[in-house]
């Protein structure tokens, strides 16, 4: 049943954005590293950014009003430098924080099928290394996002990989959340290997697709420890993926779509899930809702202020987006008001 209700979802959202309907749904979020009050979002139909912490926004133009934005990133090293994933038209990448856009996507399909970008992440040694999650596979670039090549070895049953995280203590090892479970590299892409244990039978039924995995998340602290939240509830590893046990709880059948764990305080962790935000205190033992102020009940992206984690943003799908400044106890809905400029 999860399974079905998060491919006609995903249909919904593709089907959204090809007709090109003006939407509320935010897709996804980007801050700033060392600026709060600089803001980008992605919804159905444009990119924004604002400068003054969402008060006022700025329609983002030129090449990305030809394409579909379904996920941005900001170079943690080049602040300036912004990446836009897109559907089914590569990476765009822009230098001066979103003023121009050049397209960066030889080599991202696979052969005639082009490649639905769902996430970009940056490798922590080096900026230059890039990853980028697709709906045919995972994709390293080695220069920046201007070539990139199809890094897919022992991920024999999947193709569609929906995100990626990296281990922030050991670089080379990646996850990759697909929707046939989670799959683990210890070298940097060179290759692959499945770590479902605890998480998908071993004699699973079309396991390409036996469970998908929409958010990942790696203990900043303790590395060991990873998250993986999921079409049907949240699961966590207390051995880099070896094994994992489902989070019991109110949680426990919830549709994950993004987890953020405090910085400072990696036992903090927010969930967004198809009807509510969810709050930890205790490593996942047990939740909270946080949904004062918060109308939208689907909540669709979620991204923790890297300069204060006391600051969350939320996306919903259809309404809008909406900010705590108090970790999630209270939050305010951030309308489209446009700058002075637009």
């Not at 994992?244 to 305080?265: E, F, M």
């Amino acid at each position: 049943m999860y399974r079905a209700l998060w491919i006609s979802g995903l249909v919904l959202m593709l089907s959204l954005m090809a007709c090109g309907q003006r939407s509320d749904t935010i897709v996804s979020i980007a801050l700033h590293p060392t600026k709060p009050n600089i803001v980008y979002v992605a919804t159905d139909e444009a990119v924004y950014k604002s400068s003054d912490t969402g008060a006022t926004w700025t329609r983002l133009a030129g090449e990305l009003t030809r394409t579909r934005v379904i996920s941005l990133a900001l170079d943690p090293q080049l602040s300036a430098t912004v990446f836009a994933g897109t559907m089914g038209d590569g990476t765009y990448k822009s230098p001066d924080g979103g003023r121009t856009w050049y397209q960066f996507n030889a080599g991202i399909q696979k052969g005639t099928i082009s490649a639905i970008v769902n996430q970009i992440v940056f490798n922590p040694l080096g900026t230059e290394m890039v990853y980028a999650a697709t709906t045919v596979g995972v994709f390293r670039s080695l220069d920046g996002g201007r070539n990139w090549t199809e890094r897919m070895q022992g991920m024999t049953e999947v193709n569609f990989v929906v995100t990626l995280a990296i281990d922030p203590q050991r670089p080379n090892v990646l996850y990759a959340g697909t929707t046939g479970g989670v799959y683990r590299t210890i070298n940097a892409t060179e290759s692959w290997e499945k770590k479902t244990t605890g998480m998908v039978a071993s004699d699973a039924k079309m396991a390409s697709m036996a469970l998908g995995v929409n958010a990942l998340a790696v203990d900043p602290t303790n590395s060991d420890v990873v998250y993986a939240g999921t079409t049907n509830g949240l699961y966590k590893s207390t051995d880099q993926a070896e094994h994992w046990r489902k989070v019991a709880g109110s949680i426990q059948h919830a549709y994950v779509s993004a987890i953020q764990l405090d910085p400072t305080k990696p036992s903090t962790l927010y969930l967004a899930t198809s009807d509510r935000v969810q709050k930890s205190e205790d490593s996942g033992d047990t939740w909270q809702p946080k949904t004062d102020g918060l109308e939208a009940a689907s909540i669709r992206s979620l991204q923790l202020s890297p300069m204060n984690p006391q600051t969350l943003y939320v996306g919903t799908n259809g309404g809008g987006l909406y900010r705590s400044t108090d970790a999630g106890e209270s939050w305010s809905r951030l309308p489209f008001v446009p700058a002075a400029s637009d």
